[in-house]
DNA sequence: TTCGGGAACCGAAACGTTTCGGTTCCTGTG
DNA sequence: CACAGGAACCGAAACGTTTCGGTTCCCGAA
């Protein structure tokens, strides 16, 4: 009893009009009387007529899909705080108007190069999302080449591509004026894993903050955006003849890294070191103690980047966009510089 | 200069054979002689032939396409194991096959209804995975009656639909085992929400597993999966007359609440009392004390649902499987009964 | 030598839209 | 009253495959 779907054939049958005065009609086309447009627009409903995706996509040119390619380790996947909230922002922005998002991972860069040429070869996509971008990223020249509509998130100032973008520096500038004010001097920081843009962005951005306010850079460890990372940031930066009195760390994971490994060597955070972290996750708010950060918004990133995507799609070009600031976010493992120091 | 794709036409003009003999030879059918169909392939790869999904897609009647509609509040999302890994076994199984993965999120109940009457009006899947089933779930009903081939995950053993399970009643046999020898008799669970199926699995293997020991159940909390739930539980069964002396909570995230409220309590875990977790989240690997818990391997789990629904599409039907049980894993949260206990 | 049967190949319909050029008809203007 | 112009509507091509029925041709069996 597999019932034929009902098609637009059906409809103009019923209706006793051209196909095409139904497509221009259900479409919102001109040259279709209004009343006309509504006997259609009611057989279509009587008959429960719903067009062929399939059929739209091979007529107009069109897959009403974008596509997000991570790339990033699926175990890492499990503690990063971004994506949960920026898929479920761009679901916002494109679900209603007819589009949906294929999500693909991979964890080594040519299977991202790989995926990117599959989607675009396929036509799968109408468009991507280009999240952790890495400095001169060769998959801008990709996309470029491969002529799909892209829109960058958080790339750089200069990028080539439409961008929407949330402005770390603001919260950093609050974060370093914060401590400048408990009276830290000596602000080290710990840094993401350098090839990635918004590593460079977040370390420059501190830069600028200490210099605004007076202070000069405290030591700067490379890390890799991990926990491990943190933990292992403390060990050399705690062991110093003359250790910091604040850090600042490039990810909420690594700043509880941090904090673990600090509290291990009997070092009391945030008696004698402050740290803070960037992301705002979760868990910030449950360890002890709980963690100073700046809140970044994937949610809104990704509902922007949806709606820019979408326009970009189908009208052909868009303006760049900015989400309000990422905030500081004050909790208890920031306190003033100890006596003496 | 938008150069028009190269289309089966072309390749069929060129190797001077009919459309239909293309379509054989690339699609590996009979009817087309092997050294006719060297050419035919040699021909395709010099004009760099794609075929077009959407063309096949609208003659072939499928979309090429699988659907994961996942029901849970963004913000929980964040927190959430089980999705990184999950879905990046799902492509492990599907891109091979020249499948995609749509991925959706809804919040709330009537959203993902939605969006899986969407997804199958517009047959824009060819198929979908059911994840985070609930007890009696309106979800099966409704794949059913929209006719779209469904695997479900972790489903219990009465399944109306095909499916994929990973054993946790094995994982914690052990685990209930190993406070048993660690001397334990009075031991608590934390659930997790209770209209979850798996919670309900988990907390039936909990009381399975108890009476294999020959010990009587202990007080239960239902929780939510939370981290705060878990603390919440903390603060009940540790203000008992008669405390617990060894605790098994539904998932990891809940355990880490529990030891934070029990330490801060005064409570030493596991001086005082065992905690157990469950889906050994790499957080329990950072957290003091280290988390005794269950693993699961949601990747394992994606790549057997994802083979599984493409054969269901594919061929009609498939067995149901399995994949290895989860196990215990022994960290620092689990100790001995304390004396005179 | 004839005939049947299968392999190889072909042509066209079908999938379900959109779009574009063309026809009809009505209205207003001179 | 004639005619231009535009609104309403129609028909068919186009999108790029797969599939199915039909034709050709060759080979082996009788």
Request: net charge negative.
């Amino acid at each position: 009893m597999a019932a034929r779907r009902v098609t637009i054939i059906d409809v103009a049958r019923r209706a006793g009009v051209a196909v095409s005065s139904v497509s221009s009609a259900l479409n919102g086309r001109p040259g279709v009387s209004e009343s006309t447009r509504e006997r259609i627009v009611q057989v279509a409903n009587e008959l429960g007529f719903v067009p062929s995706l399939r059929a739209k996509s091979l007529s107009g040119r069109r897959a009403f899909t974008v596509g997000l390619v991570v790339h990033r380790d699926p175990d890492v996947l499990e503690l990063d705080p971004f994506f949960g909230g920026f898929i479920a922002g761009i679901e916002e922005a494109i679900d209603p108007r007819g589009y949906a998002l294929v999500l693909q991972v991979g964890a080594r860069g040519d299977e991202v190069h790989q995926r990117y040429r599959k989607l675009a070869a396929d036509r799968r996509v109408d468009g991507v999302f280009m999240v952790d971008l890495e400095v001169d990223d060769p998959l801008i020249a990709l996309v470029q080449e491969l002529q799909v509509p892209a829109v960058a998130v958080n790339s750089g100032d200069d990028s080539p591509l439409p961008a929407v973008r949330q402005d770390a520096n603001a919260g950093i500038r609050e974060t370093v004026q914060h401590l400048a004010a408990l009276g830290h001097r000596r602000v080290a920081y710990v840094g993401g894993r350098p090839h990635l843009l918004h590593s460079l962005q977040r370390e420059n951005a501190w830069r600028a903050a200490l210099a605004e306010s007076g202070l000069t850079p405290g030591p700067v460890v490379t890390g890799d955006f991990t926990y491990l990372g943190g933990a292992a940031a403390a060990a050399t930066l705690l062991a110093l003849p003359d250790p910091p009195t604040a850090v600042m760390c490039a990810n909420d994971l690594s700043a509880i890294g941090f904090i673990t490994q600090a509290e291990s060597m009997g070092i009391d955070v945030p008696g004698k070191v402050s740290v803070a972290g960037f992301d705002d996750i979760q868990f910030g708010t449950y360890v002890r103690p709980a963690l100073t950060t700046v809140r970044t918004t994937p949610r809104e990133l990704g509902r922007e980047s949806g709606r820019m995507l979408i326009d970009l799609i189908e009208t052909g070009e868009v303006d760049d966009v900015t989400v309000p600031d990422a905030r500081l976010v004050v909790r208890d493992s920031t306190a003033p510089v100890p006596p003496g120091r």
